[in-house]
């Protein structure tokens, strides 16, 4: 027996196209980089319209964005499935998740290098303010006390700096052991005070 053909909802396939597109612009943005990818070679790549693309986001900028909120989204994911229940060790597990979440391929390019670039950084603090700024806020919460909003935020935007950095030393080559037993120094210090 032939199942018959169903339609999909405008609501689905607008979802959809709009995957499609951030799916091949966020291959060809860590494969070239921001600048040099135009915008008919990820229409190409996504095997869309000119017309689709700019249907779903306003310029390529505009896609990029989306791109690197996906990104920032999909760490935050990564981290916190990883540190939940971790409980007094949740900074622990939630940096070593960092770390081997911003190991996926194009992740460090994207957020820490082109991101703060294209996007400026206050838009990029914006982005991470509701990702993996969010989880390194949660686990700060549970290891550190008796400190004001501002030092905690403070503290998290210093942290949030250094595991930054030492994602983008891992993207380059070096190895990660080194920077999590180093985190993890850093953040059994954190309750001491």
Do not use: C
Request: glycine residues 8%; negative net charge.
């Amino acid at each position: 027996m032939q199942e018959k053909n169903t339609p999909v909802p405008n609501a689905d396939r607008r979802a959809a196209m709009r995957a499609r597109l951030i799916a091949a612009a966020r291959a060809l943005f860590v494969d070239k980089g921001y600048a040099e990818t135009s915008t008919p070679e990820i229409v190409r790549a996504a095997e869309v319209t000119r017309g689709a693309l700019y249907h779903h986001f306003t310029d390529k900028a505009d896609l990029f964005r989306a791109v690197v909120e996906a990104e920032a989204e999909a760490l935050a994911r990564r981290i916190d499935a990883e540190a939940v229940d971790a409980g007094a060790e949740a900074m622990a597990a939630g940096s070593a998740a960092f770390f081997r979440a911003m190991s996926e391929p194009g992740r460090a390019r994207l957020l820490l290098i082109d991101g703060p670039a294209v996007l400026g950084p206050e838009e990029m603090s914006r982005i991470d303010a509701g990702g993996g700024r969010a989880s390194l806020r949660a686990g700060l919460d549970l290891v550190v006390g008796g400190v004001d909003e501002d030092e905690m935020r403070a503290l998290a935007e210093v942290l949030s700096a250094a595991f930054d950095r030492a994602a983008l030393s891992i993207a380059q080559g070096s190895k990660a052991a080194p920077f999590e037993r180093a985190m993890e120094r850093l953040v059994a210090g954190l309750g001491r005070r």
